[in-house]
């Protein structure tokens, strides 16, 4: 199973300290040079990245489809539209994205996503989890991810939280 993906999903759980859950579910998982990038940047806003920078389960790629990247680029940030554009290149399964733009772009293209509250649902499912509102509290608390309240009761009540 390919998946690829954005920033701020994986931000959010290398910030609660909890990366490693996406380990557990996928094994494996591809970003993009620039996704690398922004979580690199944390550090300077206090959050400690040590779990990504040794995890040799997430593998970098760059994007070669410069085209559709540049295409892309002009809706979406540099890291959604490199994320987007790695996703298709690989024929990933999944592109794990968050950002409502992104999301409706990758629709469009036909391609699988899945946001942060589906990973945590899925995560549930597969016993990896077994609170889907515990991890999601210290989301919303914790880090600067939002989700709106219509979107917190569906994944709590798909979770039967």
Same mark, same amino acid.
């Given at each position: 199973?390919?998946?690829? %993906?954005?920033?701020?999903?994986?931000?959010?759980?290398?910030?609660?300290?909890?990366?490693?859950?996406?380990?557990?579910?996928? +094994?494996?998982?591809?970003?993009?040079?620039?996704?690398?990038?922004?979580?690199? =940047?944390?550090? @300077?806003?206090?959050?400690?990245?040590?779990?990504?920078?040794?995890?040799?389960?997430?593998?970098?790629?760059?994007?070669?489809?410069? @085209?559709?990247?540049?295409?892309? %680029?002009?809706?979406? &940030?540099?890291?959604? @539209? =490199?994320?987007?554009?790695?996703?298709?290149?690989? %024929?990933?399964?999944?592109?794990?994205?968050?950002?409502?733009?992104?999301?409706?772009?990758?629709?469009?293209?036909?391609?699988?996503?899945?946001?942060?509250?589906?990973?945590?649902?899925?995560?549930?499912?597969?016993?990896?989890? %077994?609170?889907?509102?515990?991890?999601?509290?210290?989301?919303?608390?914790?880090?600067? +991810?939002?989700?709106?309240? @219509?979107?917190? &009761?569906?994944?709590?009540?798909?979770?039967?939280?």
């Amino acid at each position: 199973m390919i998946i690829v %993906s954005d920033t701020s999903s994986l931000s959010a759980l290398l910030r609660i300290g909890q990366l490693d859950l996406l380990k557990a579910l996928f +094994f494996t998982i591809v970003i993009p040079e620039k996704v690398a990038d922004e979580l690199r =940047q944390l550090p @300077a806003f206090g959050v400690y990245i040590s779990s990504f920078e040794m995890a040799d389960w997430i593998s970098i790629k760059q994007p070669t489809d410069l @085209a559709l990247l540049e295409k892309l %680029s002009l809706n979406l &940030d540099e890291g959604e @539209a =490199q994320a987007i554009t790695l996703a298709i290149e690989l %024929s990933a399964d999944w592109l794990i994205i968050d950002e409502l733009k992104g999301r409706q772009t990758a629709s469009m293209l036909s391609i699988n996503i899945m946001g942060l509250g589906g990973v945590l649902l899925l995560a549930k499912r597969e016993g990896v989890l %077994s609170s889907v509102k515990n991890i999601l509290d210290q989301i919303l608390t914790q880090t600067s +991810f939002r989700m709106s309240a @219509a979107l917190i &009761d569906k994944i709590l009540l798909a979770a039967d939280e």
